[in-house]
């Protein structure tokens, strides 16, 4: 469904600056695995004098002959093929003879595998930045998937880059606008985006010409197919205890979401619980839901949404998957799916709300979530300058009762305690249809957004 390079308009935007510039420099680019790090790096230095390295954890020797074939290609000097040696510092140093005040791009992709094969990699590349490449026009491209080995190890003030002139950007999966340019059909693409997310690579695997569950079969019930393994790899390449980051999401997913509940059912102490859910945040695997009015304690919940369906529908059951009873599956799923898109709608509502994606509400610029006791709203904005307050409901529902619905929204809303004696208060309806549309309630502002509205957005 998804072409091999989609969008990344801003990140092309911002590589095309810092090859504008006169000089050496360095740019690093992180982020998931599957995110396109490599795809926006080719579609760069497609039209460019530049050359692409793909590092691997074979073996030092190995990586430095790659860096030798590429460097011969680039500059057409056959030497660098029969070069007799064995350190990437003299093979930088030949690059910079050879290229004079030439601009060029060197991509170093999976650079966490050459952490990972030699400990003072990182020093190795401080000095011939310093001693080779300071006074060139080369840009360098450092690029990895291991966000925790990229964010501390590269970018992080121990680094023996920390200080020095960096440039940044941590890719992010697609939001839900960037997905439904692709989807032409607006409930169709809330489904994809629920199921697959906004990582490029999951995309390519839904087919708009199959119905939903057909490409969920496809796609993750089926054994050895494209995504059936996809979160337990992902685990593997970025953890060393996936088995432990494994358990903390099953979980989590069967509804053990505050940090007492988790230890209770992982078994694990706190403090190193702590961690290992730290490290799912830094991935954008789960998140910390403090709701409004609290300062700590809250819920963890599973954000990115390949995740979040895998580990409730096909990890529970991959005894059944394994031996191939898909129809047992697939009946399960399909009578959970709605709901289950119900709780998907409100995550997506939020989303566009903290991205100000929707116009009218731009003003509400705090998103929050809301629970008291057995009260909950989907939804709080809040614009603590003007002491307004915006109160959101979602139903993944057609023919929504919107007076009713507000009714109840409002019930709740006297428990929310903010302002409460000067505050003004609004409300929001999210649904695939309303019964009728009503802009007012008991003197109080009220949009209706159904799905037709969000496709306009």
Same mark, same amino acid.
């Given at each position: 469904?998804?072409?091999?390079?989609?969008?990344?308009?801003?990140?092309?935007?911002?590589?095309?600056?810092?090859?504008?510039?006169?000089?050496?420099?360095l740019?690093?680019?992180?982020?998931?695995?599957?995110v396109?790090?490599?795809e926006?790096?080719?579609?760069f230095i497609?039209?460019k004098?530049?050359?692409?390295?793909?590092?691997?954890?074979?073996?030092?020797d190995?990586?430095?002959?790659?860096?030798?074939?590429?460097?011969?290609k680039?500059?057409?000097? *056959?030497?660098?093929?029969?070069?007799h040696i064995?350190s990437?510092y003299?093979l930088?140093?030949?690059?910079?003879?050879?290229?004079?005040?030439?601009?060029?791009?060197?991509?170093?992709?999976?650079?966490?595998y050459?952490?990972?094969?030699?400990?003072?990699?990182?020093?190795?590349?401080?000095?011939?930045?310093?001693?080779?490449?300071?006074?060139?026009n080369?840009?360098l491209i450092?690029?990895?998937?291991?966000?925790?080995?990229?964010?501390?190890?590269?970018?992080g003030?121990?680094?023996?880059?920390?200080?020095?002139?960096v440039?940044?950007?941590k890719?992010?999966?697609?939001n839900?606008?960037?997905?439904?340019?692709?989807?032409?059909?607006i409930?169709?693409?809330?489904?994809?985006?629920?199921?697959?997310?906004?990582?490029?690579?999951?995309?390519?695997?839904?087919?708009?010409?199959?119905?939903l569950?057909?490409?969920?079969?496809?796609?993750?019930?089926?054994?050895?197919?494209?995504?059936?393994?996809?979160?337990?790899?992902?685990?593997?390449? %970025?953890?060393?205890?996936?088995?432990?980051?494994?358990?903390?999401?099953?979980?989590?997913?069967?509804?053990?979401?505050?940090?007492?509940?988790l230890?209770?059912a992982?078994?694990?102490?706190?403090?190193?619980?702590?961690?290992?859910?730290?490290?799912?945040?830094?991935?954008?695997?789960?998140r910390h839901?403090?709701?409004?009015?609290?300062?700590?304690?809250?819920?963890y919940?599973?954000?990115?949404?390949l995740?979040?369906?895998w580990?409730k529908?096909?990890?529970?059951?991959?005894?059944?998957?394994?031996?191939?009873?898909?129809?047992?599956?697939?009946?399960l799923?399909?009578?959970?799916?709605?709901?289950?898109?119900?709780?998907?709608? %409100?995550y997506?509502?939020?989303?566009?709300?903290?991205?100000?994606?929707?116009?009218?509400?731009?003003?509400?610029?705090?998103?929050?979530?809301?629970?008291?006791? *057995?009260?909950?709203?989907?939804?709080?904005?809040?614009n603590?300058?003007t002491k %307004?307050?915006?109160f959101?409901?979602?139903?993944?529902?057609?023919?929504v *009762?919107?007076?009713?619905?507000?009714k109840?929204?409002?019930?709740?809303a006297?428990?929310?305690?903010w302002?409460?004696?000067?505050?003004?208060?609004?409300?929001?309806?999210?649904?695939?249809?309303f019964?009728?549309?009503i802009?007012?309630?008991n003197g109080?502002?009220?949009?209706?957004f *159904?799905?037709?509205d969000?496709?306009?957005?």
């Amino acid at each position: 469904m998804l072409p091999k390079f989609f969008d990344r308009e801003r990140e092309l935007k911002w590589l095309e600056s810092i090859y504008s510039e006169t000089g050496f420099k360095l740019a690093v680019i992180y982020g998931r695995r599957r995110v396109g790090k490599t795809e926006l790096i080719k579609q760069f230095i497609k039209d460019k004098k530049g050359v692409y390295i793909l590092s691997t954890d074979e073996s030092l020797d190995e990586n430095i002959k790659s860096f030798k074939e590429k460097f011969y290609k680039i500059t057409k000097k *056959d030497y660098f093929q029969k070069l007799h040696i064995v350190s990437f510092y003299d093979l930088f140093k030949y690059l910079t003879k050879e290229i004079d005040n030439e601009k060029i791009v060197v991509a170093i992709d999976e650079f966490p595998y050459l952490l990972s094969l030699k400990k003072g990699i990182l020093s190795l590349f401080q000095k011939i930045i310093d001693e080779n490449l300071i006074d060139t026009n080369i840009k360098l491209i450092i690029c990895g998937s291991s966000m925790s080995m990229m964010e501390n190890d590269v970018l992080g003030y121990k680094s023996p880059l920390y200080g020095r002139n960096v440039s940044s950007w941590k890719l992010s999966p697609f939001n839900f606008r960037e997905v439904s340019k692709i989807v032409d059909n607006i409930e169709k693409a809330c489904e994809v985006y629920f199921i697959y997310g906004g990582v490029p690579y999951y995309l390519r695997f839904y087919n708009k010409n199959k119905g939903l569950m057909e490409n969920i079969i496809s796609s993750f019930l089926t054994k050895g197919r494209n995504l059936y393994d996809e979160p337990l790899i992902l685990l593997r390449e %970025e953890f060393r205890e996936s088995r432990v980051y494994r358990l903390i999401l099953k979980y989590i997913s069967l509804g053990y979401k505050s940090l007492g509940k988790l230890c209770s059912a992982t078994g694990l102490e706190k403090s190193n619980l702590s961690k290992y859910l730290s490290s799912l945040e830094e991935v954008g695997i789960i998140r910390h839901v403090i709701p409004l009015g609290m300062k700590r304690k809250g819920i963890y919940e599973v954000s990115d949404p390949l995740f979040r369906f895998w580990f409730k529908f096909v990890y529970p059951y991959r005894d059944k998957l394994e031996i191939g009873n898909i129809e047992s599956v697939e009946k399960l799923i399909y009578s959970q799916l709605n709901a289950y898109f119900g709780y998907c709608f %409100e995550y997506l509502i939020e989303e566009r709300l903290t991205y100000m994606q929707i116009p009218e509400l731009e003003n509400f610029t705090h998103i929050y979530k809301w629970w008291y006791k *057995d009260k909950e709203i989907d939804v709080v904005g809040l614009n603590n300058d003007t002491k %307004e307050i915006l109160f959101v409901e979602c139903k993944w529902q057609n023919k929504v *009762d919107a007076r009713k619905t507000i009714k109840e929204l409002g019930d709740a809303a006297k428990y929310v305690k903010w302002y409460n004696d000067e505050r003004k208060e609004s409300y929001a309806l999210f649904a695939k249809d309303f019964k009728e549309k009503i802009n007012k309630y008991n003197g109080k502002k009220v949009y209706c957004f *159904d799905l037709k509205d969000l496709m306009k957005k």
